[in-house]
């Protein structure tokens, strides 16, 4: 399994970032994707995440409202719509996927990709 995450940058406070997570190596149909992220200093936390099938999400609480997970099945790609950017969601943001979800910690997930900087200046 490859994940192959892109799409961070620097954006001020307000601002709004599109990550990306293009998926391979196998077929995703019965996985659950997600996103977490890591700030200097702090354990990786959950994000976001969405079944491949169904299309089902969840998001962690301080993202509610501001973020939106997505897939495109034809591509085998996950997004992560990031809107009104806050200083503390600056943090490297992976992607990542499980085939038996059953938790949001990080230790509990299959496959990572390598992470993506997001940087939100105040």
Request: proline share 2%.
């Amino acid at each position: 399994v490859q994940l192959q995450a892109s799409g961070g940058g620097l954006v001020q406070t307000g601002g709004s970032l599109t990550l990306s997570c293009a998926a391979s190596g196998r077929t995703f149909s019965s996985y659950v994707m997600g996103w977490f992220r890591q700030a200097p200093g702090k354990e990786r936390e959950f994000v976001a995440a969405i079944r491949w099938r169904g299309g089902s999400t969840t998001y962690a609480d301080s993202v509610k409202g501001r973020f939106t997970i997505s897939r495109d099945n034809a591509k085998n790609t996950v997004y992560l719509q990031m809107n009104s950017l806050k200083p503390e969601d600056t943090a490297v943001y992976y992607c990542a996927v499980v085939r038996n979800y059953y938790s949001d910690y990080h230790l509990a997930w299959d496959y990572w990709g390598q992470g993506t900087q997001v940087t939100v200046s105040s």
